[in-house]
């Protein structure tokens, strides 16, 4: 006879407290999303300003800074940095409004897909944290390397 371990017959309790809670962080979630969209929304509009005025910038004599370093790739970077801002943003909404929707109609669906949608904006995070820290690594690798090769040069 097979034993069933304490997990097979656990049941997991829904306390009024712990419901007040997921509505109080679906509402902040909702907020920041929010205001997160707002600010993806000025990150396009600067990305449009840059590739218009580094264009502008770059005919200009000289150029200055803008001669290296163009409106173009300047808007390119903001436009990147915008979608990769979407993803954890939409995500952080849509948690924030199942949540709400299920605390209000008490359903186990929508509180699933509401904790489902967390799940995957803290690992869409924790993913880009990843790649940035190994970005670093690199970074600093190369910075040494480089150093290193200008000093045995002198």
């Known amino acids: 006879m097979e034993e069933k371990s304490h997990f097979d017959s656990f049941e997991l309790q829904f306390t009024n407290e712990a419901k007040d809670y997921l ?3 679906g509402k902040w979630a909702t907020f920041l999303s929010i205001i997160g969209f707002i600010g993806l929304g000025f990150m396009v509009i600067g990305a449009l300003a840059m590739f218009s005025l580094g264009s502008a910038l770059g005919s200009m004599a000289g150029g200055g800074a803008m001669g290296m370093m163009s409106g173009g790739v300047l808007g390119g970077m903001y436009l990147v940095f915008a979608v990769l801002g979407f993803f ?3 995500y952080l909404f849509k948690f924030g409004s ?4 299920a605390v209000n109609n008490s359903t186990t ?15 869409f995070l924790g993913i880009f944290t990843i790649i940035i820290i ?4 690199i970074a600093a690798i190369a910075a040494v390397a480089i150093g290193a090769s200008a000093a045995a040069g002198m």
């Open 23 to 25: 509505a109080i962080a």
């Open 88 to 90: 954890p943003t939409l």
């Open 98 to 101: 199942k949540a709400k929707q």
């Open 109 to 123: 669906a929508e509180l699933t897909e509401s904790l489902g949608n967390l799940k995957s904006y803290f690992k």
């Open 134 to 137: 190994v970005f670093y690594i």
